[in-house]
């Protein structure tokens, strides 16, 4: 397999030293004024618009998307795109409703948030939830994945390329939220540049196979002998169907999975709550239209990998170790067919992506250590000084970790994508219930919130490794809300039993908020949902795309 040639490095370190070199800049001019906490950890008043908007893609966009998504396009096709799409859907209503209601409360952190609605033990248990999920599930499994694809492609050592990818991380994190936030502005244009040349030259090739030339006539040898990889809603007979399972994805779990993630959020959120909600709005809305663009990137690859690997090319590099097809192989296969040069930017791509996350996630759970356990409950009169070395302590100590667990944490064993999802899944919906119920019904309680974000997940595992095997779920079938495995058990598809948790979540905290009304209702008025024109026009042009999209590819 063709490896990086001196040009590809060229490009690469060109890539490093600018990003490097900027954010040493920026954390320097920051060094002449005394940093404060919401400095580090919120840049409060400093990023503008599309530095929120293109930090929001930088971090959420990674290895698990660029080597998992396009692993899926190979294997199941567009339909995966809906974690894309229905993301720029739900960003909206994210921008609408819920920032708002940070922002006018003063809600910086997400356990402050359940602190000031519910009480300190929820917001405590919950701080512990997400700083173990986003250490041992998050930084573990894009630590792992990055530096399996950069290994991949470069040659070089695994371990090597984990540390390597640790240590720039922390060179970016440690001079806190500002400098993440405008070094992921050139993260991002590498990650798309990149990322739309290797697109670009995986559809020219599939032309070229075909003995045309253009990547027009590549799209349309694509939907003519890929066909079954451009459907957006599975039907039951779909062998994917457990994965996203039919209308799920538009109106059931899906949105618990979206709303979760992008609304709930600490490293999502915390780039738009130092802004003004004008400014942050606007972010959210540049983000969601980038959001648009990104199956263009992580999952067109992967079918044109699909669609080459049906005419016969590269039949075995897309074998594992054991002679099984690895969908995960597609992306790294089609970097190794780049012309020198261009292989080198997809490789800075892959590599923005890989370090603007794992620096927003380092950054998220250094806020939630630091201002939520450490100030709260070890050093309660510490100075911001203090805080600041803390936070910068728990960076470096989060990456250890990472580092030294990753490979016993069985990422390789069920694709990095998959991994993330099932994990948090497992959380989510408890966790979505206590914040959109503490958001929008007063009488929610702390007693209602606690069982929601530890009952929630105990019903989770439940769900997940008790029941199939206690009860037989066949009948749920017909209605597609269970599906036979290998082994013959029926089992309830993972978007479904999000679902299904979350109501019962809902159902207990309305019980419960009847019999005790809480008296920690939020500051909330209709004026504050009220939006400029600007973001109405822009928000209706990405929700008439998202239906445009699935009502063409339905």
Same mark, same amino acid.
């Given at each position: 397999?063709?490896?990086?040639?001196?040009?590809?490095?060229?490009?690469?370190?060109?890539?490093?030293?600018?990003?490097?070199?900027?954010?040493?800049?920026?954390?320097?001019?920051?060094?002449?004024?005394?940093?404060?906490?919401?400095?580090?950890?919120?840049?409060?008043?400093?990023?503008?618009?599309?530095?929120?908007?293109?930090?929001?893609?930088?971090?959420?966009?990674?290895?698990?998307?660029?080597?998992?998504?396009?692993?899926?396009?190979?294997?199941?096709?567009? =339909?995966?795109?809906?974690?894309?799409?229905?993301?720029?859907?739900?960003?909206?209503?994210?921008?609408?409703?819920?920032?708002?209601?940070?922002? +006018?409360?003063?809600?910086?952190?997400?356990?402050?948030?359940?602190?000031?609605?519910?009480? /300190?033990?929820?917001?405590?248990?919950?701080?512990?939830?997400?700083?173990?999920?986003?250490?041992?599930? /998050?930084?573990?499994?894009?630590?792992?994945?990055?530096?399996?694809?950069?290994?991949?492609? %470069?040659? #070089?050592?695994?371990?090597?390329?984990?540390?390597?990818?640790?240590?720039?991380?922390?060179?970016?994190?440690? @001079?806190?939220?500002?400098?993440?936030?405008?070094?992921?502005?050139?993260?991002?244009?590498?990650?798309?540049?990149?990322?739309?040349?290797?697109?670009?030259?995986?559809?020219?090739?599939?032309? *070229?196979?075909?003995?045309?030339?253009?990547?027009?006539?590549?799209? /349309?040898?694509?939907?003519?002998?890929?066909?079954?990889?451009?459907?957006?809603?599975?039907?039951?007979?779909?062998?994917?169907? %457990?994965?996203?399972?039919?209308?799920?994805?538009?109106?059931?779990?899906?949105?618990?999975?979206?709303?979760?993630?992008?609304?709930?959020?600490?490293?999502?959120?915390?780039?738009?709550?130092?802004?003004?909600? +004008?400014?942050?709005?606007?972010?959210? #809305?540049?983000?969601?239209?980038?959001? #648009?663009? $990104?199956?263009?990137?992580?999952?067109?690859?992967?079918? =044109?990998?699909?669609?080459?690997?049906?005419?016969?090319?590269?039949?075995?590099?897309?074998?594992?170790?054991?002679?099984?097809?690895?969908?995960?192989?597609?992306?790294?296969?089609?970097?190794?067919?780049?012309?020198?040069?261009?292989? @080198?930017?997809?490789?800075?791509?892959?590599?923005?992506?890989?370090?603007?996350?794992? *620096?927003?996630?380092?950054?998220?759970?250094?806020?939630?250590?630091?201002?939520?356990?450490?100030? +709260?409950?070890?050093?309660?009169?510490?100075?911001?000084?203090?805080?600041? /070395?803390?936070?910068?302590?728990?960076?470096?100590?989060? $990456?250890?970790?990472?580092?030294?667990?990753?490979?016993?944490?069985?990422?390789?064993?069920?694709?990095?994508?998959?991994?993330?999802?099932?994990?948090?899944?497992?959380?989510?919906?408890?966790?979505? *219930?206590?914040?959109?119920?503490?958001?929008?019904?007063?009488?929610?309680?702390?007693?209602?919130?606690? !069982? *929601?974000?530890?009952?929630? !997940?105990?019903?989770?595992?439940?769900?997940?490794?008790?029941?199939?095997?206690?009860?037989?779920?066949?009948?749920?079938?017909?209605?597609?809300?269970?599906?036979?495995?290998?082994? @013959?058990?029926?089992?309830?598809? !993972?978007?479904?039993?999000?679902? !299904?948790?979350?109501?019962?979540?809902?159902?207990?905290?309305?019980?419960?908020?009847?019999?005790?009304?809480?008296?920690?209702?939020?500051?909330?008025?209709?004026?504050?949902? +009220?939006?400029?024109?600007?973001?109405?026009?822009?928000?209706?042009?990405? #929700?008439?795309?998202?239906?445009?999209?699935?009502?063409?590819?339905?």
């Amino acid at each position: 397999m063709q490896k990086l040639q001196a040009l590809d490095y060229i490009v690469f370190f060109f890539y490093f030293i600018i990003v490097a070199s900027y954010g040493v800049w920026i954390y320097r001019r920051k060094q002449t004024e005394k940093m404060s906490t919401t400095d580090f950890f919120l840049a409060e008043g400093s990023l503008t618009w599309w530095a929120i908007g293109s930090s929001l893609i930088a971090s959420n966009i990674s290895a698990e998307q660029f080597i998992g998504a396009s692993g899926d396009g190979f294997a199941m096709g567009l =339909a995966i795109a809906t974690y894309e799409w229905m993301a720029a859907a739900t960003l909206i209503v994210v921008a609408i409703f819920f920032m708002p209601i940070y922002l +006018k409360n003063r809600i910086f952190t997400m356990p402050q948030f359940l602190t000031q609605r519910y009480n /300190n033990t929820v917001s405590m248990i919950m701080a512990v939830f997400w700083l173990f999920l986003y250490v041992l599930v /998050n930084l573990t499994s894009i630590l792992f994945l990055g530096a399996l694809a950069v290994s991949t492609i %470069s040659g #070089l050592n695994f371990t090597l390329c984990m540390i390597a990818l640790a240590v720039f991380a922390v060179i970016i994190t440690i @001079g806190g939220m500002k400098v993440i936030g405008f070094t992921d502005v050139i993260q991002v244009f590498f990650l798309i540049m990149g990322g739309l040349a290797t697109t670009y030259l995986a559809i020219e090739l599939v032309s *070229a196979q075909s003995g045309t030339a253009g990547v027009a006539n590549g799209l /349309n040898i694509m939907l003519t002998q890929s066909s079954d990889h451009f459907q957006m809603i599975f039907t039951k007979d779909n062998p994917f169907y %457990s994965s996203l399972p039919g209308l799920t994805v538009l109106i059931g779990g899906m949105w618990i999975v979206n709303l979760n993630y992008w609304g709930c959020n600490q490293y999502i959120t915390q780039r738009a709550l130092g802004a003004d909600l +004008k400014t942050a709005r606007q972010g959210i #809305l540049f983000a969601a239209l980038l959001k #648009l663009l $990104m199956p263009v990137i992580v999952v067109l690859p992967g079918i =044109a990998a699909y669609t080459l690997y049906q005419k016969g090319l590269f039949q075995k590099e897309m074998l594992d170790a054991s002679g099984e097809i690895n969908k995960d192989h597609a992306y790294p296969v089609l970097l190794n067919l780049l012309p020198t040069g261009l292989k @080198g930017l997809s490789f800075a791509a892959l590599t923005a992506a890989v370090v603007a996350s794992l *620096a927003g996630k380092a950054n998220s759970i250094s806020t939630i250590f630091t201002l939520d356990i450490y100030k +709260k409950y070890i050093a309660p009169e510490a100075e911001d000084a203090k805080l600041v /070395n803390i936070g910068r302590i728990t960076i470096v100590v989060a $990456m250890i970790l990472a580092i030294l667990i990753s490979p016993f944490m069985g990422i390789d064993k069920k694709g990095g994508f998959q991994f993330i999802q099932e994990m948090t899944g497992l959380v989510s919906p408890g966790v979505f *219930a206590a914040f959109i119920m503490g958001f929008f019904w007063k009488r929610t309680n702390s007693s209602g919130a606690l !069982f *929601a974000i530890v009952g929630g !997940f105990l019903l989770s595992l439940f769900f997940k490794y008790v029941l199939p095997g206690v009860v037989d779920l066949s009948f749920l079938a017909p209605m597609g809300f269970a599906v036979q495995g290998a082994d @013959g058990i029926y089992t309830i598809p !993972f978007l479904d039993t999000m679902g !299904f948790v979350f109501l019962i979540c809902v159902f207990v905290m309305f019980i419960l908020g009847m019999q005790k009304p809480s008296l920690k209702g939020l500051q909330i008025d209709s004026s504050m949902f +009220k939006v400029a024109p600007e973001f109405t026009i822009g928000a209706t042009l990405v #929700l008439m795309t998202v239906v445009g999209l699935y009502v063409y590819f339905w």
